[in-house]
């Protein structure tokens, strides 16, 4: 089973920057895609960015230019947020995608896994 805990969260000023970091209980080169999610509250969550195995990117348009996912070799995905406004403020989730069964539910077959979430505030 894999487990996923992000840290890095907190409260910046907007045009402030942060870390985040999501460690992966084994290889996330084992995942076929990694990424990150977001949800504000009383809004839906929603994709922010993510990674293919063999490194391809994709990042939603609110985030281009801003916002920067990478890995480090091992285990740990980051995302690197600079400029930070106030409408990036939300719980950012990390997720795991996996073409084989990474857990059973009710003898189910799960493909995906997801972190705790971090929470990510951006005010004056």
């Known amino acids: 089973q894999v487990q996923l805990v992000e840290s890095g969260g907190g409260v910046v000023q907007p045009g402030g920057s942060l870390r985040l970091s999501c460690q992966a209980s084994r290889s996330i080169f084992s995942a076929s895609v990694m990424a990150w999610y977001r949800q504000a509250p009383g809004k839906e969550r929603e994709l922010v960015t993510s990674i293919t195995r063999g490194g391809v990117t994709n990042y939603a348009d609110s985030v281009k230019g801003r916002f920067t996912i990478s890995r480090n070799t091992a285990n740990t995905m980051y995302l690197h947020m600079n400029n930070l406004k106030p409408e990036d403020t939300a719980v950012y989730y990390c997720?795991?995608?996996?073409?084989?069964?990474?857990?059973?539910?009710?003898?189910?077959?799960?493909?995906?896994?997801w972190g705790q979430g971090t929470q990510v505030t951006v005010s004056s």
């Open positions: 997720n795991y995608v996996s073409s084989q069964p990474v857990n059973y539910v009710n003898s189910q077959p799960v493909y995906d896994v």
